[in-house]
Structure formats: C-alpha cells, structure tokens
C-alpha cells in the first residue's frame, strides 16, 4: 500500500445530519444520563419506523438480547434453537439468561437457520403436550427459538412461526443487522415476541454503542424497561423487587440515534446501491457467490459478503482478505460458528457443513453507507485482478 492510497474501511458511521445540533442540545440542557427526552424520542421514532407498539433503548445490542430472553420467560435449564451461524452474542445472551442453546445450521442458499433441521429436531427428538415441548433425551424444555437475521436479510419466518407455534415456543428475533429488512411486507423484528436491534458503530445506523427491544405486548415492554433500570420500583425509595440490571441508553446516545433514524431511508438506498454495484461486478465469475434472499424477503444488504470458492479459484478467502489488506482496503470473515467456539463447547448442534464451509469461504467487503464509486470500483478491481492474475498462473503451471 504506497503512502498516498486512501485506506477503505468495511463499514463505518456516516453522521451527516442533525446529530451535533442534538447532542449540543443535550450538553447546553445538562441532559447527558439515561435521563433525558431524546431516550423517548428516539424510542417512539423507531417503534413508529418498524411498526412496533413498544421499544426500550438498551446500552447495546446484547443488553437489547439479554432483557428480552428475560422477559420472554426464559429459564434456567432450558433450551433455546438458534442460528450457529451468527455474531456470538446471540448465543451469550442465551446463556446470560441460564438456558442452553441448541444451535442450527444455515440454509445453503440464504444463510439463514435451516427450518428444515429446526422442524426434525422437534418433530423426531422432542415431545409437544399439553403446551409443553421437552427434549426426549435430556427431559429438558424447548422454551424458544431466535432467529438470526444476518447480513441485512431475514429468515424464512412464515415456516418459523408456523413451526413455533405447533410447539409451543416463544420467538425472540435478533434483528442486530437488519434494520430495513422487511419479510412479506413487515419489519424484521416485529414477528417474534420480542425483537432486538443493534446500533454498534459499524450498524446502518449508529448510536455509537446501543440496542433496541421492540414488541406489541405492553406487559413485555414494561418489564424489559422494568429490568433495564434496575428493577427499582417507581418513587423516591431505593426498592428493587428483582435483580436487574443498568442496561438504559444515554440521552447522549439517543440523540445521535434520533438524527441517524432521520436519514435511515437514503442509507438503506445507499447500501442497496453499493449491493447492486458488487452484484453486477462479480455477475457470472467463477468460483464467487454471495448470499440470496429469502423468498419473500427484500434485503437491506448491511455487508456485501462474497464466497470464494478454492476449489475453483485457486485463493482462499483469508488469501483475498490478506491480499485486500495489502492495498489498504479492508475486509472481514464471517464469525466462526458458535458450534465450533471453545466458549460454546458441548452445545447440541443441528447440521451439517454448511456454517462451516461459509466461515471457509466468505468474505465481507467495504460498505459504508458513504462509499464512494470511485473505492467501490477499487475494491473490484483488486480482486478482479488478483482472481485473474492466479487463473494465469494456473494455467501457465
């Protein structure tokens, strides 16, 4: 990388609204805490933007994940389905909550929980009665089901819910990467029980740190609030009737949020663009894939992730990524499946190699929301040359 190549990130904020006039408004009226009108002000925005009756701002997408499992009912012991494929927070928020995961393999083609494997599991290796369904072997509850949204698309949730429901099992969509994804016409997020949003500095939007529970039931919400503040009863004496936790976003970081949620429509539109742009570049070149869309979903493509297949092309993604750093451009793999993390050994796990061979083979590339078409072709035009220059080398060996 010669001294004069700009660096090109994978995907970071773009402030270019309101948010210095909000967070100045913040310091001039000392509204700086949890305490602060910009907290329900962005709240009532994004609940009005995903079509939810409710949202509680969390200090993160994690705290977002952790309260909700707990207002769901979740308990010690139970068992919990969710994507292997998946940023491990999902899963530590489930074991946070005392429960178990029992993770899933991805669908080939979308990426998402396989609801094939999930509808096998419950059908052959678990017992549904009288509002109950309990894992044969173990005799343990099958309390839930989370649903991981990644990439900026959705998982197939007319077969989830179909299948949640004939098992009697709460749904809590981990929506961290999905804001604008819709699914047959609604909101990620909004399906479930309860969903959680991220706003972690590389998110389409951004609070700089923070997370969102959304949901339509008033008692779920009151008591995700409930939880987020410390449990402490409402008056001037320090109460508390449970062990809760200071989960709450700041005012400080809710009027960033406020102005973010503000251009959310031209950020989505940029990110699509920055999708069709790698789409139409790799269109046709051997050896390179990428993820596709549930039917019925329209995608808010968070990051372009690319698979490149060895076998075919000769490089390894992790050769591609390393190639990328050379030239100042910046790229990353997917998460290792949480199946195969060391935080997560012993977990029952639903699958084949799929997970696996995407955290072999994928690769995500430069999409922030302000990405020039002038870097954007630099980072094709890198690969594209690197896939060319080895396809001569193999062919001149």
């Known amino acids: 990388m010669s001294s004069d190549t700009t660096f090109i990130p994978l995907s970071v904020p773009c402030l270019g609204g309101r948010e210095r006039e909000y967070l100045t408004s913040c310091v001039d009226d000392n509204w700086v805490s949890s305490v602060g009108p910009f907290v329900r002000r962005f709240e009532g925005a994004f609940a009005q933007h995903v079509g939810a009756s409710h949202a509680i701002a969390c200090a993160s997408g994690t705290a977002a994940l952790h309260l909700a499992m707990l207002a769901a009912g979740v308990e010690p012991g139970d068992l919990i389905l969710v994507s292997s494929l998946t940023f491990i927070a999902s899963v530590n928020a489930i074991r946070h909550a005392g429960a178990d995961p029992v993770l899933v393999d991805c669908h080939p083609g979308s990426w998402q929980m396989d609801m094939d494997r999930v509808s096998r599991f419950l059908m052959e290796e678990c017992d549904t009665r009288e509002g109950t369904c309990r894992h044969r072997q173990s005799g343990r509850r099958v ?77 779920l919400a009151d008591r995700v609030r409930h939880l987020s503040e410390q449990a402490k009863l409402p008056g001037s004496e320090y109460v508390h009737d449970a062990v809760g936790y200071n989960y709450r976003m700041s005012n400080l970081h809710a009027a960033v949020g406020l102005a973010q949620l503000e251009q959310l429509t031209g950020h989505l539109a940029a990110k699509r663009a920055i999708a069709d742009r790698y789409a139409s570049a790799f269109a046709g070149r051997a050896g390179i894939g990428w993820i596709r869309p549930t039917e019925g979903v329209d995608p808010a493509w968070w990051l372009f992730t690319l698979t490149i297949d060895p076998a075919i092309t000769g490089l390894t993604a992790r050769q591609v990524m390393a190639h990328l750093k050379e030239q100042g451009i910046e790229s990353r793999p997917l998460w290792q499946p949480i199946h195969l993390s060391p935080a997560h050994t012993g977990a ?37 040359e690197l896939l060319m220059s080895n396809q001569r080398r193999s062919n001149h060996a």
């Open 143 to 219: 309390a839930g089901i989370v649903p991981v949204h990644i990439l900026g698309h959705g998982a197939d949730l007319p077969a989830l819910l179909a299948i949640a429901a004939r098992h009697h099992l709460v749904v809590v969509e981990d929506a961290a990467e999905a804001l604008g994804v819709r699914i047959a016409g609604r909101h990620a997020g909004t399906f479930g029980r309860l969903g959680c949003f991220s706003f972690n500095g590389n998110k389409t939007i951004t609070t700089g740190a923070g997370g969102m529970v959304v949901t339509d039931d008033r008692t």
């Open 348 to 384: 029952l796990f639903l699958g084949g190699e799929v997970a696996e061979r995407l955290y072999d083979q994928a690769l995500s590339l430069p999409s922030s929301v302000g990405l020039s078409a002038t870097d954007q072709d630099r980072v094709i035009e890198t690969i594209t």
